[in-house]
C-alpha cells in the first residue's frame, strides 16, 4: 500500500491510499478498482483490508480515495452527499487512475452505501475509462428510499448525526486544528439541516436519482443487496429497466457485506465480484454473464427478532425481473376482520391517531430493514384484516401493494401497511411494509393538504421481499397512522377512516 495525492484541475488534492500487486514482474498493466467515500480511508483503514488485498493479489489495483473536504483530502467540504463537486472530481479522480504506467486504462468503480450510490451516480456520467461497478446495499431513488425521508416522509437517523461529526474532524493521523481548517470543515453547515430543509421531492434529489433517467447507464452494473437492508427496491428496477447488462444478488442479510453477514447465512462473495471484473475490465471469458442474471434467496418463515442468527430459506437463479411466472392476487379486506378473495360489500372502519406507536415495526435506524420485533404490540394500533389458516404453502416474491380507500378528519395523515405472518401460537412476524404520506397521495412534488372527511384512493408499494407463509398460518394486513419513532409523527389529533 502507498498513499498518493491525486490532483483536480482546481488545484485541490485529494488523498488516496493505493493497494497493488507486490512481486515479481508485478509492475503492470492493471485494470483499478475505485472506492470514492467520506468515510475518512486512513482512520478506517483495517475494515477494507481483506477485501483490497483480494484484488491486489489478483492482479488489480484498488484505489480508497477520500471525497473532497473529507479525511486526509483538501478543498472545502462538499455541500451534501453526491453533489456535482463530488461527481465532478470523481471524473478527474477515474481518469487520473486510468493514465498512470500501472494501469491497462480500465476502471472499475465498487462500493456498499455510499460507494454504491456514487458507483451508480458515476455509472450514469459515463466516463470513458469506467467500464463497470458493483454497487451494493444502493438505490436509484433518493427521496424515496435514503435514509433522510424514507417512503417521502420525514425520517431522522443516526448516521445523518454521525456524519455531521464526523466531517468536522481534521485530517488523521496529525488532526491539524488552524484557521484553514475551521474555515473549510467546522465552519460549514450541517448537512443534516441542509437535508431537512428539501422536505418535498424534486430537483434537489433528482440531481443524482436513476429513477427518472435509466437509459443514463450504458455500462455493466453488478448489483447486491439484503432482504434485512433499506436499500433494496432499486435492484428489480434497475433489472427492469437499464438496458446495459446488469446482473443481481438479493441475500438474507442487513446493511452488510455476504461474507459478514447478519443474519446468516451468507458466502464467499468476492469470487463472484473477481469474475464480474475479470469480465470486464481483463477481457477474460470467466462464465458469469452466460449465467442467469438474478441470485435471490427466498425467505422461509422465522419467529420474530430482535435478533436472528439464522434466516431459514433457500438460493435459487431467476433469468431477471419481472419473473414471467409470477402471478399477483388479491385479497379483500371484510368487515369481519378477514382477508378474502372476492369483494365484499361497502363498509368504513375508523383508527384513532396514536402518534408514539409503531415502534415495533421501524426503530430509528432500522428504515425498513433489520429483524423486525413481535408486531402484536403494534397490530393493537392498527386496523387488521387476516386469512384463515392457508391450505398449502404461499411463496410471494416482489413489490406488495395495499390499495386503500382513505379519509381523515385532518389536513395531514401518514399510513403504513404492513404484511404480516401470523403463525399457529399468535406471534407476529413482520414480512415486509412501506408508508405513504398522504398529503403526497397525487405527487410528492406538490403535496395537497386532505381535506377532512373527504374520501380518496392511497396505493401503498411495499418494499421488495421474498416469503413463504407456511400451511396453518395466516396472512395479516396492518393498515396504521404511526411509526415512531422511525418516521416523524404528523401534528394532528385524528381519526382516520377506511
Do not use: C
Not at 125 to 130: E, T
Amino acid at each position: 500500500m502507498e498513499e498518493v495525492v491525486i490532483p483536480m484541475k482546481d488545484g485541490v488534492r485529494l488523498a488516496a491510499d493505493l493497494w497493488r500487486p507486490k512481486g515479481k514482474g508485478d509492475g503492470g498493466p492493471f485494470p483499478v478498482l475505485l472506492e470514492y467515500l467520506p468515510y475518512r480511508k486512513t482512520d478506517s483503514r483495517g475494515s477494507g483490508y481483506d477485501f483490497y488485498s483480494y484484488f491486489a493479489r489478483r492482479g488489480y489495483v484498488v484505489a480508497r480515495v477520500d471525497i473532497r473536504g473529507t479525511g486526509n483530502s483538501e478543498g472545502t467540504l462538499i455541500p451534501y452527499e453526491y453533489s456535482e463537486i463530488e461527481q465532478r472530481d470523481g471524473e478527474e479522480v477515474i481518469a487520473w487512475l486510468a493514465r498512470q504506467k500501472w494501469s491497462n486504462g480500465n476502471v472499475g468503480m465498487f462500493g456498499i452505501s455510499w460507494g454504491g450510490f456514487n458507483s451508480i451516480h458515476m455509472a450514469m456520467r459515463n466516463p470513458p475509462a469506467l467500464k463497470a461497478i458493483l454497487a451494493v446495499d444502493a438505490t436509484d431513488d433518493l427521496y424515496q428510499d435514503d435514509v433522510h425521508f424514507m417512503d417521502g416522509m420525514l425520517h431522522v437517523d443516526s448516521w445523518e448525526m454521525m456524519m455531521d461529526v464526523a466531517n468536522s474532524l481534521p485530517g488523521a493521523p496529525d488532526y491539524r486544528i488552524d484557521e484553514k481548517y475551521f474555515a473549510e470543515r467546522f465552519d460549514q453547515p450541517p448537512w443534516m439541516l441542509t437535508y431537512k430543509r428539501q422536505q418535498r421531492d424534486g430537483p434537489f434529489w433528482d440531481r443524482p436519482a436513476l429513477k427518472m433517467r435509466y437509459e443514463a447507464i450504458r455500462i455493466p452494473s453488478f448489483l447486491v443487496g439484503g432482504w434485512y437492508d433499506g436499500y433494496r427496491d432499486s435492484i428489480p428496477r434497475m433489472l427492469e429497466h437499464v438496458k446495459a447488462p446488469v446482473k443481481a444478488i438479493v441475500g438474507a442479510w442487513n446493511h452488510t457485506y455476504p461474507d459478514e453477514p447478519y443474519p446468516k447465512p451468507g458466502f464467499e462473495w468476492k469470487r463472484e465480484v473477481l469474475r464480474w471484473f475479470d469480465h470486464w475490465l481483463k477481457g477474460k471469458n470467466t462464465g458469469i454473464m452466460e449465467e442467469p442474471r438474478l441470485a435471490v434467496y427466498v425467505r422461509e418463515w422465522h419467529p420474530p427478532g430482535p435478533y436472528l442468527e439464522n434466516a431459514p430459506g433457500s438460493w435459487r437463479y431467476e433469468d431477471g425481473w419481472p419473473i414471467a411466472r409470477v402471478r399477483e392476487r388479491i385479497f379483500y379486506p371484510t368487515p369481519d376482520g378477514g382477508l378474502a378473495a372476492e369483494a365484499p360489500a361497502a363498509a368504513t372502519a375508523q383508527l384513532r391517531y396514536v402518534p408514539t406507536t409503531g415502534v415495533e415495526a421501524g426503530g430509528p435506524v432500522m428504515w425498513w430493514g433489520d429483524v423486525a420485533p413481535d408486531q402484536r404490540p403494534t397490530d393493537a394500533f392498527s386496523l387488521v384484516y387476516e386469512t384463515a389458516p392457508l391450505e398449502q404453502d404461499v411463496e410471494i416474491l416482489g413489490l406488495p401493494k395495499a390499495l386503500l380507500r382513505v379519509a381523515a378528519d385532518a389536513p395531514h395523515a401518514d399510513w403504513f401497511g404492513r404484511l404480516n405472518d401470523v403463525a399457529p401460537d399468535g406471534t407476529v412476524t413482520l414480512v415486509t411494509g412501506a408508508g405513504q404520506n398522504g398529503t403526497h397521495r397525487k405527487s410528492a412534488r406538490a403535496p395537497e393538504a386532505i381535506e377532512p372527511g373527504k374520501p380518496f384512493p392511497l396505493e401503498i408499494e411495499m418494499h421488495f421481499t421474498s416469503w413463504v407463509f407456511p400451511k396453518g398460518h395466516r396472512i395479516r394486513l396492518a393498515v396504521s397512522n404511526a411509526q415512531w419513532p422511525m418516521i416523524w409523527p404528523t401534528p394532528y389529533p385524528m381519526t382516520t377512516t377506511w
